[in-house]
């Protein structure tokens, strides 16, 4: 019975080898997994160091826009490969500034508010091109601010949260830049600013930041709540496995959200962090790598272009403490 028994293991043997998960028999390489491999772009034109600037994908070309180097910038950049860029113009006619915000609505590119330096501002101004802007409102009714967010959903241009003397936790909405409705002037999230929001499964999805946390104290938030409308909001977990953290990037890329650096708690101290992760829900989160390639990072930008993943510029203190120009796209 010795033969039989043994042939009868090694088909049972087959059977369950067939029937394993790919990457069940090791390590799952890593360009089989999103977000965990990058490559970076070797830039030949380039745009000067920069972080707290905007990004935005308009008919198939990245364009960067504004943001801090040596000081507040107003320049904008566009690229149809993230290889060569070109200059768009060297001054936009909106006043130079940090941290605005920025979306791509109705075939144009939306910048809104940002700091100016000392002062933060609540206009709006729009482009087709990145080279010629349209003002379309000087002073919105939404407070100044930056580290604001904003998003394009419904069919309307929404604004989120921010710094402007205070933090703030209200909602605005726009259909088309000039004339704005107030969802809620305080949304149940607590008031905050370096904070993220996507658009996912139908809803908005606001992300970390800095503001009030659940102890009632100021500091990182890893909390994330969404909405259908922008008026009733529920809450899919006070704490993230993810490091509460501000200045972070996110993105809705392959049906997920994704969540990208930001400054918050790196071992034993705070600091630039360079994980990625990522939910269908925003309940469950998987990491796809605790370290990327890239340096750590607070202040860049992520977009999807290409069907990739980029990571754009930003600020780290593993270089001196200084803002970085580089571009790096998820896969291989």
């Known amino acids: 019975m010795r033969g039989p028994v043994l042939l009868a293991f090694l088909l ?3 059977v369950a080898r067939a029937q394993e998960p790919p990457g069940a028999a090791g390590p799952m390489a890593l360009d089989g997994v999103a977000g965990a491999s990058w490559t970076r772009a070797l830039t030949r034109v380039t745009w000067p160091n920069r972080d707290g600037h905007a990004t935005v994908v308009l008919n198939d070309k990245l364009y960067v826009l504004g943001g801090w180097g040596t000081g507040p910038l107003n320049d904008v950049w566009s690229s149809a ?20 915000a920025a ?20 206009d709006v101004w729009s482009s087709p091109d990145g080279a010629a802007w349209t003002r379309a409102v000087e002073k919105a009714p939404w407070h100044r601010r930056h580290n604001h967010a904003a998003v394009v959903f419904d069919g309307k241009i929404w604004v989120l949260g921010g710094w402007g003397l205070k933090d703030w936790n209200d909602v605005w909405s726009s259909t088309d830049g000039a004339t704005w409705t107030q969802a809620t002037a305080a949304a149940p999230w607590s008031p905050r600013n370096g904070h ?22 100021e500091g990182n938030l890893n909390d994330v709540w969404s909405s259908a409308d922008g008026v009733a909001w529920e809450r899919a ?3 993230a496995p993810w490091a509460p953290r501000n200045h972070h990037a996110a993105v809705e890329y392959d049906g997920r959200v994704w969540l990208l650096g930001g400054w918050g708690q790196a071992g034993a101290k705070e600091g630039n962090l360079n994980d990625v992760w990522s939910s269908e829900d925003g309940v469950t989160w998987r990491p796809a790598t605790g370290q990327a390639p890239w340096l750590p990072r607070n202040g860049h930008t992520c977009v999807v272009f290409q069907d990739r993943m980029w990571v754009i510029g930003g600020w780290s203190h593993f270089i001196g403490g200084t803002s970085v120009n580089d571009l790096w796209s998820s896969g291989g």
């Open 12 to 14: 049972l043997a087959g």
């Open 81 to 100: 490969d993230a290889v060569d860029w070109t200059l768009v113009t060297a001054e936009a006619p909106w006043a130079a500034r940090k941290a605005p």
């Open 103 to 122: 979306v791509v609505f109705h075939d144009r590119i939306w910048l809104l508010g940002g700091s100016l330096g000392v002062e933060t501002t609540n």
């Open 196 to 217: 993220t929001a996507v658009v996912h499964g139908g809803r908005i999805w606001v992300m970390g930041g800095w503001g009030r946390k659940p102890d009632g104290s």
């Open 237 to 239: 977990t006070e704490r």
